[in-house]
């Protein structure tokens, strides 16, 4: 049981982009007015909002498996704290027990007095990177990987090798390449379904009918490769009930992978080129609609990681304010019932980002609903993290694995034939596990559903 330790001294806060630009030193136990904050609020202010009340330990996917306190955001959150007390040095195990954590968040949705530790572990992993607290190799291989992810034309190009690695090795990770990322050997490789290319939305796509919105939308990097059928779903599903669609040419990665790996200059410079591309739309549109829930938490939250940068704070805001995940936006504006019947049974994965980041739960539910034929049937632990967590289940191979299980076991007493899901993590890792585990059953996003039944 973690025990109390003293209050921190506090000192006056700054804002949430310049926190990372703060001098901590890895090397020696930090001076206490050495503060770095976030959201106008001081790191030390925010680990002290934990009571340690034990509340986000059922919570915590990492925890549930190994009952290990310093794999809780509880045990977590007291590394940091006793970290900035001068309890104990900034070591490999402190950074260990961060790499562990998936970053979902649930623990926040199960909190009683609302810590922020999402906000904590980007902040740590920040200086995990910046005081180049792992090997310089392995610091290399995670920014290398997330270069890639980030670039449709170099994931294009990287997944169709893998591709050919993966009929050579079984689907495993090449061991340098999983031992770099990790430290393990264990790491497989979440290969698409399909025929890997670039797909671009046109620019612009006008309503069906009379429109009623205009919307922007952002294609992504991932989705743009792996899942260019959601992206087209996602434009037709909104022209059908009224809304004018524009995808900009320039608008590109949206920061979510860096900024939740500790790459937060990355994260930043990324989120002002997307507000850019956007600037010429802004003003006419009434939302930005998104159909990937880690991006769509991240752009939310673009008022606050930009608020100390006086050439974006007012941009950042008004773009993060019309952000809406899409199925968010269509509920908000009510849909056109759909009349084709969909005679199959659904089940519904809570994508972290969209359950816990951005508080959305029942509007994929509603929407699934309103399809004629389609039973909707609810599975154990459905909002309990996937494993895929962005790049954890390259970094973190083995625990990343015993999830997926966890969650294949799960989706299989459901009996369904169909499991949607908003994220494209969570149907790449998913739609691998159930692969594996030989299930004859469908992995989409939810808008892919309701698209078909418009048509």
Request: charged share 20%; with cysteine; proline share 5%.
């Amino acid at each position: 049981m973690v025990t109390d330790s003293p209050e921190c001294e506090g000192t006056p806060a700054a804002g949430k982009a310049n926190w990372y630009n703060m001098t901590m030193s890895s090397t020696t136990l930090p001076e206490k007015s050495v503060v770095a904050s976030i959201a106008g609020e001081s790191i030390d202010e925010k680990t002290i909002k934990c009571i340690r009340c034990g509340f986000c330990l059922d919570a915590c996917p990492t925890f549930r498996l190994t009952g290990q306190e310093t794999l809780s955001p509880r045990g977590r959150i007291y590394l940091v704290r006793s970290w900035r007390e001068h309890t104990i040095p900034f070591d490999s195990d402190v950074v260990a027990a961060l790499d562990s954590c998936l970053g979902c968040r649930a623990c926040e949705t199960a909190c009683p007095s609302g810590v922020e530790y999402g906000d904590i572990l980007e902040m740590a992993r920040a200086h995990i990177e910046t005081e180049h607290l792992r090997p310089t190799v392995q610091s290399f291989a995670r920014s290398q990987l997330l270069s890639t992810l980030t670039s449709p034309t170099r994931l294009t190009a990287s997944l169709k090798a893998a591709g050919f690695l993966g009929r050579l090795t079984g689907n495993k990770m090449p061991g340098f390449a999983a031992k770099l990322l990790s430290g393990s050997v264990d790491a497989s490789l979440p290969l698409p379904s399909g025929e890997v290319r670039m797909r671009d939305l046109p620019e612009r796509s006008p309503a069906s009918g009379t429109r009623t919105h205009t919307v922007g939308v952002v294609a992504g990097c991932v989705m743009r490769v792996m899942f260019g059928d959601v992206n087209d779903a996602t434009v037709r599903v909104l022209q059908a009930n009224g809304c004018d669609v524009v995808a900009p040419k320039s608008a590109g990665c949206c920061g979510a992978l860096h900024l939740h790996s500790g790459f937060h200059e990355d994260a930043l410079s990324r989120a002002r080129a997307l507000i850019d591309s956007f600037d010429p739309y802004i003003a006419n549109i009434d939302a930005i609609v998104i159909n990937s829930a880690g991006c769509g938490s991240t752009m939310k939250e673009y008022g606050d990681l930009l608020a100390d940068d006086p050439n974006y704070r007012s941009k950042a805001k008004l773009f993060a304010a019309k952000v809406k995940d899409v199925c968010e936006w269509l509920d908000h504006i009510g849909i056109i019932a759909p009349l084709r019947p969909l005679n199959a049974v659904v089940t519904y994965h809570d994508a972290c980002h969209l359950a816990h980041g951005q508080k959305i739960r029942s509007q994929p539910r509603m929407l699934l609903q309103s399809v004629p034929g389609l039973t909707l049937v609810e599975m154990d632990e459905a909002d309990t993290c996937c494993g895929s967590a962005g790049i954890y289940n390259l970094t973190e191979p083995v625990m990343a694995r015993r999830l997926l299980e966890r969650k294949i076991g799960n989706l299989k007493s459901t009996g369904a034939t169909i499991i949607a899901t908003g994220n494209p993590g969570c149907l790449a890792w998913i739609r691998q596990g159930a692969k594996e585990a030989g299930l004859e059953i469908r992995i989409c996003h939810p808008v892919e559903l309701l698209d078909e039944a418009y048509r």
